[in-house]
């Protein structure tokens, strides 16, 4: 195999507050001839992660922070074009950490093969097949304890990871499944596609008000994506023995002042609550539990989900901010 020119997406300044484009450069990376025991991917599609603003930060975190002048790294999935490694065929479908680049040349230890199924699509390894869904399944069980019945509220309930707690809460049994999301389309796809039972404009109104409109008998378990004013209204009306799963907290990722904590949260004590927070990494063990559960259920029929895409790896920047602005609807993947 001849030599191939690669175009990749390097953080070069760390931003302040939101990210601007200065922040990145699109560089071109020539790969030589494959060493024994290397492949070379062409990627169809890459992910763009909220996680990933903290990363650009230069701040200790569960992960170190993104290198200065280094491709933008990330979960990633394609095609194997050319091989110099067993059991990595020309055609194999594989998904990787490489991040936003076209090609790849790198061990075939950093690849794992993924069965291809037929009439699904790629990219929703990356989402409801992959690292989202499984988010999604592990906050509900491992963190939350979910149980038949539960009242369970959602933040970010329209994106990636919340689109899938909504209906994997209904297939293990919730009762009430309440969310909120920022936009009148996305609310209405709430209940329509996603099984919520009921569903508000965070935008519209403070969501004291309307989480405790909604919740009149109150709330077992919070999925909280967003944090700030929306555990503070979850804290406000969680019942006794509540669970708290912090899966994230995107409000803050691009602050650049401390935001105030929660003013109620003598509420833990009172109601005897839990509040865990959770990085995915640490419960890799569940991956075939969540393998398992997820393949019967999509093949039931019983996930609906939803891809915002944008077009081109020079794009990868502006889908990362879309995202983060809220344009997406489910998972935003970038199409290479
Ligand atoms: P999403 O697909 O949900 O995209 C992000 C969404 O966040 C946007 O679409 C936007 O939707 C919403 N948002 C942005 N700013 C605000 C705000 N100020 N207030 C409320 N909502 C806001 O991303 P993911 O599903 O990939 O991730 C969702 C959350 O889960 C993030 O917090 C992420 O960090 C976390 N996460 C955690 C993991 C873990 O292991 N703990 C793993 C994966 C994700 P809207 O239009 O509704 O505002």
Known sequence: MTEAVSTQIQLVRRPQGWPVDEDFRTEKVAYGELAPGQIRVANT???????????????????PPFELGKTMTGGAIGRVVASAADGFPVGAVVLHQYGWRDLVQEEAAGFTVVPEIPGVPLSLHLGILGMTGMTAYVGLTAIAGLNPGDTVFVSGAAGA?????????????????????????????LT???GYDAAFNYKDAPVREQLAALAPEGVD??????????????????????????CGAISVYNSTEKTPGP???SRIVQQSLTI?????GGYLHLREEF????????????????????????HAVDAFLDMMRGKNTGKMVVRV
Not at 48 to 63: F, H, K, L, T, W
Not at 163 to 178: D, E, H, M, N, Y
Not at 231 to 241: H, I, K, P, S, T
Not at 276 to 280: A, Q
Request: zero cysteines; aromatic letters at 10%.
């Open 45 to 63: 599609f890459l992910s763009v992660d909220p996680y990933m603003r903290g990363r650009m930060n230069d701040a200790e975190s569960y992960i």
């Open 161 to 189: 990871v919340g689109t899938a707690v909504g209906q994997i809460a209904k297939l293990l049994g919730a009762g009430r499944v309440i969310g909120s999301a920022g936009s009148p389309e996305k609310v209405r796809l």
């Open 192 to 194: 329509e596609k996603y």
């Open 221 to 246: 378990v919070f999925f909280d994506n967003v944090g700030g004013d929306h555990l503070e209204a979850a804290l406000d009306v969680m019942n006794r023995e509540g669970r708290i799963a912090v």
């Open 263 to 265: 003013d109620n949260l």
């Open 276 to 280: 865990k927070g959770f990085t995915l």
């Open 291 to 314: 393998g398992a559960r997820m393949t019967e259920w999509f093949g039931q029929g019983a996930i609906a989900y939803d891809e915002t895409i944008v077009d081109g790896v020079e």
